[in-house]
């Protein structure tokens, strides 16, 4: 299970990314810059309204515009396809939308055209008449179930994690998660002090440079799909099963990918791209805006109503969580969200009694999906910002605080899974000794004030899933790696390659790495969640050590003697009388699992837990509500980095993108039109956004169960960023923000409100 | 409905070329459908993220929002030119070397500034470069090690230059 114990000198060097050179020269390959040959162009005519009933669609004028090959609806996709529907957790979403459309921008007509330009121009020339539907947009709300999105649900069974979803009539809710651990009603009634608050987050997206894009090129004995795609295997399984077919006719193929960030997860334009050939006849490209990504997916918005009680020493005794998770209206990986995040909703607290209700609704709003983090982020906003709260009504330190009530290594989390591998405290001390946490601080006295504040977080990584990798020694001792990993700028491919250097004492440098194509790379449950380095770790290292121990067999076979400094390549010329020949290695990896019971426990959720925390010394300006991050700190333990560089950029860009997302990206959304549907008027981060000082910090720990001691690193900084801004905007100033982005305007309307001088909107 | 074609002449890494381009053709797409070259790419469409800079006249341009048509006569550099066979650019190189990128999807876009930065600032400071990359977005935020690139890059040039 552990490290294998031969040393290539691979694992924890700082190896500049494989593929530097075909990035730096603009040659590297993106499905949004590829082209075949009688491809066709498609544009998306999409929905206006909400909520509504389809009373007719006019394709006609934009079938005459010269130039068009097509204009296709759900009508035309349902003579090929006679069930449309797709979804990770519920086939629930229409590749064009039947009967009924559920959220502005949902995709209504297509145009083909050989022109991309006309494809624009004609998808812009149709019309629609709809019956408009009451729609319901706020999570709480809908959790009301007096206006419904869908008539009715079906679950579709592929995940093994999501087996448990059951068809429903008369809802919204397409997953409610429950946790009842110990009995917090008589922990509150016992309790010296309760605290409940309510915490919300705004509706942000990835917003990947490269924008989605998928080419199919449907045959009638099979079919070929170029995709920005994060998960080739579970594509192919959609389409084939959408097709009917076996898997082994679908092949999906991914180049490297202009960013993801769980945005290119699961199946997006994979279908309606394959609708679109089988229609045509041809190959069809949709390679949508960045306009469009406002219509695709984006992360959950959430309610969080935290409630804590504490006994007369401070300790926590008690937490009851209920989270309301924003789906829009299909769920995509939205149960995930809510089960995954839900049950590590108390936080990295040792809290006996706790009691978790996390709901995954639909609502008339573009779909919500995976988001860095999946869902964690938003629950550590609401229980870091909870428990500084606390600390300040109880007039304690958050730092003694916290570690009073610290969850340790041998304690049960709140599924009663027992904690190993996570250095909390660890995590909380170097985050504190960074921030000189225990020296007096210099809050300013006049239109400048000071603060700082900081967060901890625990996430447990997705279970169960499986990862195949296949070694493939070649008859002059050069070694490809095969694994379906999507190298989306983590750096997965040179950290595999390291791996597999490792085991058979070669350098990376000179281990291929074969892009994702179903048809080579072997199964794979996905690149996401910060599963990647641990599980496909594990399969590339098993593959690579079979490898090895066949290369050992040939050995002695070919009778070498002991110590013999024979090459590959000579082994394969005794062996073979020639240049010729393989040594094939594989390598399956699937971690133990044990479901949780009805009350949301079990002794074994997760293989390994990801701690981070972030910490941040701020100013905010007391006229204009401008709150400055001077100095950003990011501690995480990721095990045994493989390769530190690439960590670190990771943790760096995870916490530049979560700066973003605290405090100041946010759709807009008015009537469930988008308003700011550009980067014109959505704000991501830029060079001037980047704090003065920043420093990334991955401590020194070692994941037992880990190949090479390593864990996933992709979300981590993610975590405790927006909590620790809100906690130093507390210090500075004295007033508390519940919800997300920390703009300057919300600042000065709670200067303002504190002062007793509201603005007189409010 | 289609307008006609305009010919135009101009120098594309330096060779004469001619291209025939429809008023509403921007830079990038006839780079990409008439000379097959994919580094200046279009990501916002609107000028904002720098992914599609391409040097006009040696001033870096927006390629997804300047006109095909308005480079009659001009000379334009892409990010096809700066590496000759074997040997990158130090500007590339030092984007390799100081880790400045993670999915790469805006990374050409940042070659190309910083090659027009060092070109006005041979040694820009870390406000200039700030200021001077500003319209350059990455959503993998490789900044800070953009920073250092730039910084690195300056300081291999001028080595390239006077030794």
């Known amino acids: 299970m552990v490290a294998a114990t031969v040393s290539g000198g691979e694992i924890g060097r700082s190896l500049p990314r494989l593929e530097g050179r075909d990035k730096v020269t603009g040659r590297a390959e993106y499905t949004h810059l590829m082209q075949l040959s009688g491809m066709l162009h498609a544009k998306i005519f999409r929905s206006t309204v909400a909520h509504g009933r389809i009373k007719s669609i006019d394709t006609s004028a934009a079938r005459n515009v010269p130039g068009v090959y097509a204009v296709y609806t759900s009508d035309d996709v349902r003579k090929v396809i006679a069930e449309p529907y797709y979804g990770p957790a519920f086939h629930d979403q229409p590749i064009l939308a039947i009967g009924k459309v559920h959220f502005v921008g949902e995709p209504v007509a297509v145009v083909l055209a050989s022109d991309p330009h006309v494809a624009d121009q004609a998808a812009q020339q149709i019309t629609a008449d709809y019956d408009e539907l009451p729609a319901v947009f706020d999570e709480v709300e809908a959790a009301e179930n007096k206006t419904l999105v869908h008539d009715e649900l079906k679950p579709a069974g592929t995940f093994a994690d999501l087996k448990h979803l059951k068809g429903r009539k008369g809802t919204n809710i397409a997953l409610d998660f429950r946790l009842r651990r110990g009995d917090v009603d008589k922990a509150f009634a016992t309790a010296a002090n309760v605290f409940e608050h309510t915490f919300r987050t705004q509706k942000v997206l990835h917003l990947p440079l490269e924008p989605h894009a998928s080419i199919a090129d449907y045959r009638d004995d099979g079919i070929t799909i170029y995709s920005s795609a994060q998960g080739p295997s579970f594509v192919r399984t959609e389409i084939a099963r959408l097709l009917g077919w076996p898997e082994n006719r679908v092949r999906i193929k991914v180049p490297y990918l202009g960013g993801g960030y769980g945005g290119k997860l699961y199946i997006k334009l994979e279908a309606l791209a394959t609708a679109m050939s089988m229609l045509a006849r041809r190959p069809v490209k949709i390679a949508h805006t960045m306009e469009e990504h406002f219509y695709t997916i984006t992360k959950h918005p959430s309610t969080f109503r935290i409630k804590s009680g504490l006994d007369k020493d401070g300790r926590i005794i008690a937490r009851k969580c209920e989270v309301w998770w924003n789906g829009g209206a299909y769920a995509d990986i939205g149960p995930r969200v809510t089960q995954k995040s839900g049950f590590t909703a108390s936080g990295p607290y040792d809290i006996d009694n706790v009691s978790i209700d996390s709901y995954a609704l639909y609502t008339n709003l573009t779909p919500a999906g995976a988001l860095r983090g999946f869902g964690v982020p938003q629950l550590v906003w609401a229980y870091e910002s909870h428990t500084d709260m606390i600390a300040r009504a109880l007039k304690r330190d958050p730092l003694e605080f916290r570690k009073q009530n610290l969850l340790r290594d041998g304690r049960p989390q709140a599924t009663g899974t027992i904690l190993k591998d996570t250095a909390i405290e660890k995590v909380l001390d170097r985050i504190a000794e960074r921030l000189n946490w225990k020296q007096p601080f210099d809050r300013g006295k006049g239109v400048i004030r000071r603060g700082r504040g900081f967060a901890v977080a625990l996430k447990a990584v997705i279970s169960p899933t499986t990862s195949v990798a296949i070694v493939n020694v070649s008859a002059d001792g050069s070694t490809t790696l095969y694994c379906g990993t999507v190298d989306m700028g983590q750096g997965s491919d040179t950290a595999m390659a390291q791996m597999v250097g490792e085991v058979l004492n070669m350098p990376a440098e000179s281990v291929r790495v074969v892009p994702r194509d179903t048809d080579v790379t072997p199964y794979d449950m996905g690149t996401l969640g910060s599963r990647s380095l641990f599980h496909m770790g594990h399969a590339v290292r098993l593959a690579a050590e079979e490898a090895r121990t066949k290369i050992g067999d040939l050995r002695r076979e070919l009778a070498e003697p002991e110590g013999s400094n024979a090459s590959l390549a000579d082994l394969f010329r005794k062996k073979y009388g020639m240049q010729a020949g393989n040594i094939v290695g594989t390598g399956i990896y699937k971690p133990d699992y044990i479901p949780p019971d009805a009350n949301g426990l079990t002794t074994n959720a997760t293989p390994f837990w990801m701690v981070a925390g972030s910490g941040v010394e701020i100013e905010v300006d007391t006229e204009t509500g401008h709150v400055c991050i001077t100095r950003l700190i990011n501690v995480a333990d990721v095990g045994k980095p493989i390769n530190p560089k690439i960590v670190e950029t990771q943790l760096s860009g995870a916490s530049l993108m979560q700066l973003g997302f605290s405090m100041f990206e946010k759709m807009h959304i008015d009537g469930g039109q988008v308003t700011n549907a550009s980067l014109a008027d959505y704000k991501i981060p830029g060079f001037h956004d980047v704090p003065p000082v920043m420093e990334n910090e991955a401590i020194d720990t070692y994941q037992s169960n880990g190949p090479y001691g390593a864990k996933g690193v992709g979300e981590l900084a993610t975590f405790g960023l927006s909590p620790a801004i809100a906690n130093a905007i507390d210090d500075a100033v004295g007033v508390r923000l519940t919800e997300l982005p920390l703009t300057a305007e919300a600042v000065f309307r709670a200067l303002r409100a504190k002062a007793n001088k509201p603005l007189e909107d409010e | ?163």
């Open chain 2, 1 to 163: 409905m289609s307008p006609a074609a305009k010919p135009i002449n101009f120098t594309l890494n330096g060779r004469r070329v001619a291209a025939d381009v429809k008023p509403h053709h921007n830079v990038v797409e006839m780079l990409q459908t008439q000379f097959a070259l994919f580094g200046a790419r279009e990501s916002c469409g609107q000028g904002l993220c720098g992914c599609c800079t391409v040097l006009v006249d040696g001033r870096p341009v927006s390629g997804c929002l300047h006109l095909a048509v308005f480079l009659d006569g001009a000379e334009v550099i892409t990010v096809e030119h700066l590496a000759s066979p074997g040997k990158l650019d130090p500007v590339q190189q030092a984007f390799i070397d100081c880790g400045a990128f993670q999915c790469g999807y805006c990374t050409p876009g940042f070659v190309m500034m910083t090659k027009a930065l060092i070109g006005q600032h041979p040694d820009p400071n870390d406000e200039q470069i700030r200021d001077y990359l500003s319209g350059n977005l990455c959503r993998c935020a490789a900044y800070p090690e953009i920073l250092n690139a730039v910084k690195m890059a300056a300081r291999n040039s001028k080595a390239g230059s006077t030794g």
